[in-house]
Each structure stands twice: as structure tokens, then as C-alpha cells.
């Protein structure tokens, strides 16, 4: 099973709304990190968090993460049409890798 | 800096076939890693290396071989196709200890198994 989970598989919000995501994960981490993927494209990487952190803000992201509940949160505020996409997390593990969730997707109505 | 580069963009095979997807990158990165991505599914890890001459199995490394001969190439070799390789292939890279660093990811290689 993957060892970060995110929540909901899909998403779909109004322009203007905001959009969370969320992650779950299995086993301690060193960090979480946070990318998204137009479709059809590469992964692009958002922000990353480490496990002596509890937030970190990037332009309009928001990631929170709570290492003693094993989740992370991926806020995106005033969201834009061009956000659609799919968001996923992925955590380091300490065994010189990422694992990669099963992504979020998200569509935003213009 | 062209970034992390991948070709062909799209292959269809035979059951059987071998082929290379290539994969550069110009950002003299030292850990380079390649990834599988199935529909509705992340990304699962297949083999990475942390520097020239030095490569190591993911997590689904069967069918797959590579080589890591200069730092700024990283071949994925398939040996004889199946239809469960029916994928889209991503190579990745980062400055070094990938797994605690952003990834650069190329655009994708789609590969289909007939």
C-alpha cells in the first residue's frame, strides 16, 4: 500500500474558493513534500516540509503538518481556474527515496 | 539549462521487444531516479542512482536495468517488454540526496505494450 494517502481522490471548487487537500502517511518521515501535475505533463514540485515544522506558506499555498497524527494539509487560497490539476505528497522515509501518494484531483469552475 | 530531458515522448512495442528511454539533464544534478505512473495512480519508484557508477532498485524494479555512466545521463532499459509495462515512464533529478530535495521531473515518456 503507498504510504502517503491523499484525501479526497477528487475535488471540485468554484474560482475564487479555497481548496484543501490532505495526506496521509504510515511511518515516520524526514520531510513531506507537495507537487502538482497538469494533465498529461511532469510533476512540478510545490513546496516542501520538514518533520521539525508545523507550517509553511508559499504565495497562495498553505501546508500544515502534524507529524504526531501522521497528516499533512495542502491549502490552496483563491483558487484559479489554471489550479486545476492533480496534487500529490510525497515523503521521504529515510531509505534515500520518495513514495509517492495516490494524488488529489482538483477542478476549478471558472 | 534545458532542465531534465526525456525521449522518445511516445513508443508502442511488442510484447517481447527491448528498448532505451533516455534521460539527461544539464543542472549537473547527482541523484537521478525514474518513475512509472499508472492511470488514477502515483508515482512508483523503479531505480535510482546517487551519482555516477552507482544505481540502486525501487520499489518495482523487475524488467527494468540501468546504468548511470556520466552524471548528466540515466538510461531506463527494458529487457523484453510485457503489457503490465504499459506506463508513463518519468525520469527525475536533484542536486543530491534526492529524497530530502525538490525533484526536477522531465515531461514524461508514454509507453504502450502491445
Known amino acids: 500500500s503507498q504510504q502517503g494517502e491523499e484525501d479526497p481522490q477528487a475535488l471540485s471548487i468554484q474560482e475564487g474558493e479555497n481548496a484543501t487537500m490532505n495526506c496521509s502517511y504510515k511511518?515516520?518521515?524526514?520531510?513531506l513534500q507537495w507537487y502538482r501535475q497538469n494533465s498529461g505533463r511532469g510533476l512540478v514540485h510545490l513546496i516542501l516540509?520538514?518533520?521539525?515544522?508545523r507550517e509553511k506558506h508559499s504565495g497562495r499555498l498553505r501546508v500544515t503538518l502534524d507529524t504526531s497524527k501522521k497528516s499533512s494539509s495542502l491549502l490552496i487560497t483563491a483558487s484559479r481556474a489554471a489550479d486545476t490539476a492533480s496534487y500529490f505528497c510525497a515523503t521521504d522515509t529515510g531509505r534515500r527515496a520518495l513514495t509517492f501518494g495516490s494524488g488529489t484531483r482538483l477542478q476549478v469552475q471558472p | 539549462n534545458a532542465g531534465v530531458t526525456q525521449t522518445p515522448k511516445f513508443q508502442v512495442l511488442k510484447t517481447g521487444q527491448s528498448m532505451t528511454l533516455q534521460c539527461a539533464q544539464d543542472m549537473n544534478h547527482e541523484y537521478m531516479s525514474w518513475y512509472r505512473q499508472d492511470p488514477g495512480m502515483g508515482l512508483r519508484l523503479i531505480h535510482y542512482s546517487v551519482g555516477a557508477g552507482i544505481t540502486d532498485q525501487g520499489e518495482v524494479p523487475n524488467g527494468y536495468n540501468v546504468s548511470r555512466s556520466t552524471t548528466e545521463d540515466f538510461p531506463l532499459r527494458l529487457l523484453s517488454a510485457a503489457p503490465s509495462q504499459t506506463s508513463v515512464y518519468f525520469c527525475?533529478?536533484?542536486?543530491?540526496?534526492?529524497?530530502?530535495?525538490?525533484?526536477?521531473f522531465g515531461p514524461g515518456t508514454r509507453l504502450l505494450v502491445l
Open positions: 516540509i520538514r518533520s521539525n515544522e
Open positions: 511511518t515516520s518521515i524526514n520531510n
Open positions: 527525475a533529478s536533484s542536486y543530491s540526496q534526492g529524497y530530502q530535495e525538490t525533484q526536477y
